[in-house]
């Protein structure tokens, strides 16, 4: 989870984030289903519940390494 501001879209919004880890793996797989498709990404692969099983497995990161990965991901055009 997260809480405080962030930029978005170049706005500035205040708020909270829930964390992720409480949902059961078929919930967490479908909302980044949604979120995938209403990005325009219709064509990706859809995420399995054994995915996230297995993601859940991964050693975990800190908040900088997060914001790391997500710079990574900017300016390699992944994502905005």
Known sequence: GQTGKAIVDGKPLSG????YA???DKDLA???NYVTSA??????????AAEI???RGWP???AA???????AL???GVIK
């Not at 219709?42 to 995420?47: C, D, G, M, R």
């Not at 390494?65 to 710079?71: D, F, K, N």
């Open 74 to 76: 900017v300016k390699s």
């Open 53 to 55: 099983k297995a993601a």
């Open 22 to 24: 409480r949902l059961p």
């Open 39 to 48: 990005a325009g990404k219709a064509k990706s692969k859809p995420f399995t």
């Open 30 to 32: 479908d909302l980044l």
């Open 65 to 71: 390494q997060v914001g790391e990965q997500r710079a």
């Open 60 to 62: 975990k990161m800190t």
């Open 16 to 19: 909270f984030m829930a964390a």
